[in-house]
T-cell receptor
Framework: GAVVSQHPSRVICKSGTSVKIECRSLDFQATTMFWYRQFPKQSLMLMATSNEGSKATYEQGVEKDKFLINHASLTLSTLTVTSAHPEDSSFYIC?????????????FGQGTRLTVV | GQNIDQPTEMTATEGAIVQINCTYQTSGFNGLFWYQQHAGEAPTFLSYNVLDGLEEKGRFSSFLSRSKGYSYLLLKELQMKDSASYLCAVRGRGNMLTFGGGTRLMVKP
């Protein structure tokens, strides 16, 4: 099956610094990637949708200048949390969708646990 | 908009059967997914329904009624390892998944 690799799995950073999270599709071309955020004991909340080569579409309430998304190739999307603050501490998960040959399943990365201290 | 409802928590006994319901109201519908998620891990795919009816896969089955905006996930022969959150998600425009709040299932001996 299709594999999505997300890196890093865990990161601790100081308040005010920026953190980059990578999401790679290893064996398929991801035309669309989705970034989710999940707080403890809550469900996944979609942050943004990115299509290769175009600007990401952000969900209402998500600051595009704070959560920078780049989808420069068909196998890589990055999420950069800029000027991170403790309230940004969360579990961030990407998922990727490929062409019609991959059917309808969304493939998830392993997730990144971000802790801002 | 999208509105997906599922119970917050359920408890069941090892070896038993449990049904987790999901109701949805969405502006677009291109299928309904069920995912299992253990704490601190990413969701794993369980099932997909786009047509009405029951899809069976081993101990897990999923049912869909599009006219009623209703789905359920049925887990048979429950095992302790089935303790997890179960997420109902509807696929709408542009392959986007919208998730329900998740149901935390606790399996007791």
């Amino acid at each position: 099956g299709a594999v999505v690799s997300q890196h890093p799995s865990r990161v601790i950073c100081k308040s005010g610094t920026s953190v980059k999270i990578e999401c790679r599709s290893l064996d398929f071309q991801a035309t669309t990637m989705f970034w989710y955020r999940q707080f403890p004991k809550q469900s996944l909340m979609l942050m943004a949708t990115s299509n290769e080569g175009s600007k990401a579409t952000y969900e209402q309430g998500v600051e595009k200048d704070k959560f920078l998304i780049n989808h420069a190739s068909l196998t890589l999307s990055t999420l950069t949390v800029t000027s991170a603050h403790p309230e940004d501490s969360s579990f961030y998960i990407c998922s990727a969708s490929g062409g019609a040959e991959l059917g309808t399943e969304a493939f998830f990365g392993q997730g990144t646990r971000l802790t801002v201290v | 908009g999208q509105n997906i409802d599922q119970p917050t928590e359920m408890t069941a006994t090892e070896g038993a059967i449990v049904q987790i319901n999901c109701t949805y109201q969405t502006s677009g519908f291109n299928g309904l997914f069920w995912y299992q998620q253990h704490a601190g891990e990413a969701p794993t795919f369980l099932s997909y329904n786009v047509l009405d009816g029951l899809e069976e896969k081993g101990r897990f089955s999923s049912f869909l009624s599009r006219s009623k905006g209703y789905s359920y996930l049925l887990l048979k022969e429950l095992q302790m390892k089935d303790s997890a959150s179960y997420l109902c998600a509807v696929r709408g425009r542009g392959n986007m998944l919208t998730f329900g709040g998740g149901t935390r299932l606790m399996v007791k001996p």
